[in-house]
């Protein structure tokens, strides 16, 4: 797992604005026993999948683990091939409904890769 150091400058409404640093995963999904190939994961897609990997079988919520759009994150990992499970489950307190729990079910395994 890797940091992206570089920073970028992009122009906004003719404004000069740094962007911020990027985590960089590079990962590969382990089938039968053999790596796949390389997968760069960037961004809050790469945290969530570090996440997903620390977790283990817990898995992840957007209760305990608070992130800004984490259903898309995993939908976006699931495009790659990731398989994740949603698992429903019902929350009482001041305001009750219900969250999604995320199982990462593929063996994976991560390397740090530098940012270009």
Not at 58 to 65: D, Q
Not at 66 to 77: F, G, S
Not at 92 to 110: A, N
Request: hydrophobic share 35%.
């Amino acid at each position: 797992m890797s940091v992206d150091n570089t920073r970028a400058t992009n122009v906004q409404n003719g404004t000069a604005v740094k962007s911020r640093k990027r985590l960089v995963l590079r990962a590969k999904i382990v089938d039968n026993g053999e790596p796949g190939l390389p997968i760069t994961v960037v961004g809050r897609d790469a945290w969530c999948l570090r996440e997903l990997v620390r977790a283990g079988s817990r898995g992840i919520t957007s209760l305990e683990n608070p992130a800004p759009r984490i259903a898309h994150y995993v939908w976006k990992l699931r495009k790659l091939g990731f398989a994740i499970e949603s698992v429903p489950e019902v929350h009482g307190g001041q305001f009750p409904g219900s969250h999604s729990r995320y199982r990462l079910h593929s063996e994976v395994l991560l390397s740090e890769q530098e940012a270009a």
